[in-house]
Antibody, heavy 125, light 111 residues
Framework: QVQLVQSGAEVKKPGASVKVSCKAS????????MHWVRQAPGQGLEWMGR????????NYAQKFQGRVTMTRDTSISTAYMELSRLRSDDTAVYYC??????????????????WGQGTLVTVSS | DIVMTQTPLSLSVTPGQPASISCKSS???????????LYWYLQKPGQSPQLLIY???SRFSGVPDRFSGSGSGTDFTLKISRVEAEDVGVYYC????????FGQGTKLEIK
């Protein structure tokens, strides 16, 4: 069965960086885009971007351009999301979520099916 | 930016009664590949979102058949034929071809 297991909660100071991991199992890691979505406390869902684990190609939401970096390590079926220059309003639960279509081509399509358990990132001085 | 508008923002339903959530998009969700990328998710309290419906009306694996999706173009609906206690949470519609993708959510409570 598909499983996405994320790294544990983080507490960071403003201006620092955080790197969240997402270990995939139960499917061919390189065959499906991985999305990253965040949720501030009591708020809705916000798409941050996606990575093609096969090529390493990425698409980021404009809001996060220049601050977010998505990478992967295919040898351990793990995707990473690093967010830099953290601010207090980056406090949120960060989710990885697998795209629902194998070897998706064409433009950016956002279609997650399985989600990780979430990683709480708290930014506080 | 596209705007996804869900109504109502909250609803309280007696167990066994039906429920319906509307999702209207400010732009067509029909992609050039012929698919309409409209999805429904349920986020139960303290949990990650879980996929219920994909491409307007297809139920995801393991989703009970009391959940159904319909619509086309810019107007979409999620229906629960008979609400159960385990259906509480926030329902999000999401479109996959424009940014930002998610609606604001609809909170379902049990009376």
């Amino acid at each position: 069965q598909v499983q996405l297991v994320q790294s544990g909660a983080e507490v960071k100071k403003p201006g620092a960086s955080v790197k969240v991991s997402c270990k995939a199992s139960g499917y061919t890691f390189t065959g499906y885009y991985m999305h990253w979505v965040r949720q501030a406390p009591g708020q809705g869902l916000e798409w941050m971007g996606r990575i093609n684990p096969n090529s390493g190609g990425t698409n980021y939401a404009q809001k996060f351009q220049g601050r977010v970096t998505m990478t992967r390590d295919t040898s351990i079926s793990t995707a990473y999301m690093e967010l830099s220059r953290l601010r207090s309003d980056d406090t949120a639960v960060y989710y990885c979520a697998r795209d629902d279509t194998p070897f998706r081509t064409g433009g950016v399509i956002i279609a997650p099916d399985y989600w990780g358990q979430g990683t709480l990132v708290t930014v506080s001085s | 930016d596209i705007v996804m508008t869900q109504t109502p923002l909250s609803l309280s339903v007696t167990p066994g009664q039906p429920a319906s959530i509307s999702c209207k998009s400010s732009q067509s969700l029909l992609h050039s590949d012929g698919k309409t990328y409209l999805y429904w998710y349920l986020q139960k309290p303290g949990q990650s979102p879980q996929l219920l419906i994909y491409e307007v009306s297809s139920r995801f694996s393991g989703v009970p058949d009391r959940f159904s999706g319909s619509g086309s173009g810019t107007d979409f609906t999620l229906k629960i034929s008979r609400v159960e206690a385990e259906d509480v949470g926030v329902y999000y519609c999401m479109q996959g071809i424009h940014l930002p993708p998610f609606g604001q959510g609809t909170k379902l409570e049990i009376k």
